[in-house]
């Protein structure tokens, strides 16, 4: 089956999922637990209540998507669907209670007669006892319910919860996709779009949410400003540095910082490889991307780009911020 038919129009860059799911509907083959895991801000939640509505919807006819105008479907988008419900963590995790609400509700019929979703987002935070009281139902699903679970790190869920879920990859959107979509569908100027592409790293929601972020272009430029003033200077300097940008911050900002960090040398290695200006993203920095390429080898670049990413993982594991930003600026002005 190819994708002619998208469960919902308004994805970009997850064709393989969306066949995927759609697949299940048109062969009437529905998987009692599905995991759909990937990258923050690439359309997990969104597609699961397009799936969630096609499940349900009266009015479909032998499409695989919803029709959007039936009883259900509109009980649906607006979220008052009694078959169809959404957990989210409480504070930082999903916990033991949360689940046990999810399990009693499930037990009970359908009110329309149709399909019972619940949709649990961020599954990758439930505690483990909430994991494996969930697990529990997962095993023995009640007749006609689904589950269908979001999350952003696989490999912080319990091996046994994954095992009971069909699992629906979704992939970083592609640069040139999001650069189009912004163009597209928000009128962004294409200089803009082109370095919103590249700072979202594959996330859509990102690139969107970037589009009406004021303090983005100073943070930008105040941050990449920064580093290049930090050559030459005593190491006191660079920690001091380094502390003005990891103390106190949250992680999202720091990742961000770090989007910012790895758009900015791979500009340098674009350009110290090729000469060439039609990939690089900052472009209103290009006399300083000329200035700088020319005192860096790609040697020293791809080491400085490898150190941001091992800043990245180390972040994603609960490192301590100060210590690996504190690392990492020494990495970016000592690796001459």
Known sequence: MDLQEPLHSGIVGQDYAQRMLANTIKRKRVPHAILLWGPVGTGKLSLAWSYAAALNCTGRGESVSA????????????????????????GQYIKIDQIRDVIEAVSYRSYFGGWKVWILRHADRMRDEAANSLLRVLEDPPAGTVFLLTAENLYSMLPTVISRCRLVRFNPVPQREIESLLIDRRGVPPE?????????????GA?????????????????????RDLAGKPV???????????????RASLDRS???????????LVYRTTRGEDSIANLDMLDQIRSDAKKCSVADLLTRLKGISEARMQLAANANAGLVMDNLFMTLVTSD
């Open 207 to 227: 690139a969107l949410e970037a589009c009406s972020d004021e303090s983005l272009e100073d943070e930008r430029v105040a941050l990449i400003q920064g580093i």
């Open 236 to 250: 006191w300097e660079v920690l001091d540095a380094s502390a003005r940008v990891g103390d106190g911050a949250k």
């Open 67 to 90: 029709c959007g105008s039936c009883p259900s479907c509109h009980a649906i988008a607006t979220q008052n669907h009694p078959d169809v419900r959404l957990t989210e963590p409480d």
């Open 258 to 268: 770090l989007r910012i960090l790895e758009c900015w040398y791979r500009d340098l």
């Open 192 to 204: 803009k779009a082109r370095l919103l592409s590249v700072l979202c790293g594959g996330s859509v």
